[in-house]
């Protein structure tokens, strides 16, 4: 998902000034591709966090920073959705239908309205910068943790370590 995720918003950020062009709207048509399937893979991946209990966090963090990584991951699975969602509702109004792959065209979510699609764009935009901001704050504290504080946080992310972990009685 991490790579998809940053993978998808890189595309976004090259494709946002291009002119437009044959090879913009191939561009675009990838980058919504992209989008359902990071809207399809998160749903898949809720299912599995429905059924799988992450490992307790160490015993030594403070309260307030179990609370933060919990809130921040919480925020993380909102924006997974939040995100194609918000591109999706920008497309329908904009008038630009996703046809995924080139094959499954997906249902228009809004009647095409220009003034509501520039301000979806907006919306899209701004909660890709978030995700953006959690992701590096996800990550530097994730090194915080493995560099400084010296636990085990970031090692038990690796899913070897997962797999032994729950394989293990």
Do not use: C
């Amino acid at each position: 998902m991490a790579a998809l995720i940053l993978g998808t918003f890189s595309v976004g950020l090259y494709m946002h000034d291009l002119p437009l062009s044959p090879m913009k709207l191939k561009i675009f048509s990838w980058h919504k591709w992209a989008g359902v399937t990071a809207f399809l893979l998160v749903w898949a991946r809720l299912a599995w966090r429905a059924t799988h209990r992450p490992p307790l966090m160490p015993a030594t963090m403070p309260r307030w920073q179990q609370l933060a990584a919990h809130a921040g991951h919480a925020l993380l699975y909102v924006l997974m959705v939040a995100i194609p969602v918000s591109g999706w509702l920008m497309s329908s109004a904009k008038g630009f239908q996703t046809v995924y792959f080139g094959v499954l065209p997906i249902p228009d979510l809004l009647a095409k309205n220009k003034e509501l699609g520039d301000t979806l764009r907006e919306v899209h935009e701004a909660l890709n910068y978030l995700m953006i901001a959690l992701v590096a704050g996800h990550v530097g504290a994730a090194l915080w943790h493995h560099f400084i504080d010296r636990d085990d946080v970031l090692i038990r992310m690796a899913p070897q370590h997962s797999q032994h972990k729950e394989l293990t009685p």
